[in-house]
């Protein structure tokens, strides 16, 4: 059993806030694989290979298993807990409040420098994840994330609700090279990461390189249904808005809005190794 990624999938159930967001933002931006719910290992690996044998389930758990992939689980688990909580729900409150009345303010990296470091530190998250789940050299890596289905709904949520949305002029402004921006806008990104993550964060800042192209795309797609997104999360918690911007606050809201990260993370590890598994 890949206990692991088992026991994170399984926190998860259809009504909750984090799924119907990843499966609306699915209906909206343009490039979405089709969300396919799921909240065990197992039904992972069959969501992708339909056919699979036991054996081939059995394989997948192991390699699941692997140093590597617990490795990624647990980073990807971090960026949702301890202090990152309150950073989080502050991505989630500036979705709801960016077309609502909110003034005039700048959306950019340097009027909101917080903000900006958590966009940083979970882009070199993925990163890192790839890094450490995709066998081969870089450009391999990069090539197998653009064609996975959790890979595609990884970068859009990514590209969307820490990226567009509170950021919305840089996007405007658009161009090659916003990922390389956002690091570049605050020098503290590659040092949280490297705590956060017990180092590899020179791994992670190599495979980002080669990500940001990818990641850049997905931005310029997101910010066209800017709007379109934060009216549907609005859908959801029409009051969040109003709760105060606190980690308590957020609890009372619902705290099932903020580990995207987590669920994230252990749909990919499912897929990359329902998909080894499969080959053989």
């Given at each position: 059993?890949?206990?692991?990624?088992?026991?994170?999938?399984?926190?998860?159930?259809?009504?909750?806030?984090t799924?119907?967001?990843?499966?609306?933002?699915?209906?909206?931006?343009?490039?979405s694989?089709?969300?396919?719910?799921?909240?065990s290992?197992?039904?992972g690996?069959?969501?992708?290979?339909?056919?699979?044998?036991?054996?081939?389930?059995?394989?997948?758990?192991?390699?699941?298993?692997?140093?590597?992939?617990?490795?990624?689980?647990?980073?990807?688990?971090?960026?949702?807990?301890?202090?990152?909580?309150?950073?989080?729900?502050?991505?989630?409150?500036?979705?709801?409040?960016?077309?609502?009345g909110?003034?005039?303010?700048?959306?950019?990296?340097?009027?909101?420098?917080?903000?900006?470091?958590?966009?940083?530190?979970k882009?070199l998250?993925?990163?890192?994840?790839v890094?450490?789940?995709?066998?081969?050299?870089?450009?391999?890596?990069?090539s197998?994330?653009?064609?996975?289905?959790?890979?595609?709904?990884?970068?859009?949520?990514?590209?969307?609700?820490?990226?567009?949305?509170?950021?919305?002029?840089?996007?405007?402004?658009?161009?090659?090279?916003?990922?390389?921006?956002?690091?570049?806008?605050?020098s503290?990104i590659?040092?949280?990461?490297g705590?956060?993550?017990?180092g590899?964060?020179?791994?992670?800042?190599?495979?980002?390189?080669?990500?940001?192209?990818?990641?850049?795309?997905?931005?310029?797609?997101?910010?066209?249904?800017?709007?379109?997104?934060?009216?549907?999360?609005?859908?959801?918690?029409?009051?969040?808005?109003?709760?105060a911007?606190?980690?308590?606050?957020?609890?009372?809201?619902?705290?099932?809005?903020?580990?995207?990260?987590?669920?994230?993370?252990?749909?990919?590890?499912?897929?990359?190794?329902?998909?080894?598994?499969?080959?053989?």
């Amino acid at each position: 059993m890949s206990q692991k990624a088992n026991e994170m999938l399984s926190d998860y159930n259809p009504d909750d806030f984090t799924v119907k967001l990843l499966s609306s933002l699915d209906n909206i931006v343009p490039g979405s694989p089709g969300f396919k719910f799921y909240n065990s290992f197992e039904d992972g690996v069959r969501a992708y290979v339909p056919d699979a044998s036991p054996e081939v389930i059995e394989k997948a758990r192991q390699i699941a298993e692997s140093e590597e992939m617990q490795d990624a689980l647990k980073v990807m688990g971090y960026i949702d807990t301890s202090d990152k909580v309150i950073a989080g729900y502050a991505g989630i409150k500036n979705v709801l409040s960016l077309f609502g009345g909110g003034g005039a303010k700048k959306r950019t990296f340097e009027s909101d420098p917080q903000q900006a470091l958590d966009a940083g530190v979970k882009a070199l998250a993925i990163a890192y994840a790839v890094y450490k789940l995709i066998p081969g050299g870089i450009s391999e890596k990069v090539s197998e994330f653009k064609s996975l289905d959790t890979g595609k709904e990884m970068a859009i949520y990514f590209a969307s609700i820490e990226v567009a949305l509170p950021f919305l002029d840089n996007a405007v402004e658009g161009g090659a090279g916003l990922i390389q921006k956002l690091m570049k806008s605050n020098s503290g990104i590659t040092d949280k990461f490297g705590a956060l993550a017990g180092g590899g964060a020179a791994q992670a800042s190599e495979m980002l390189n080669s990500l940001a192209g990818p990641l850049d795309s997905y931005i310029g797609v997101a910010k066209d249904h800017a709007g379109t997104i934060a009216d549907k999360v609005k859908t959801y918690l029409p009051a969040a808005a109003n709760v105060a911007d606190s980690a308590t606050g957020a609890v009372a809201t619902g705290a099932d809005l903020l580990p995207v990260w987590t669920f994230l993370g252990a749909r990919l590890v499912t897929e990359v190794a329902a998909r080894r598994a499969a080959a053989g």
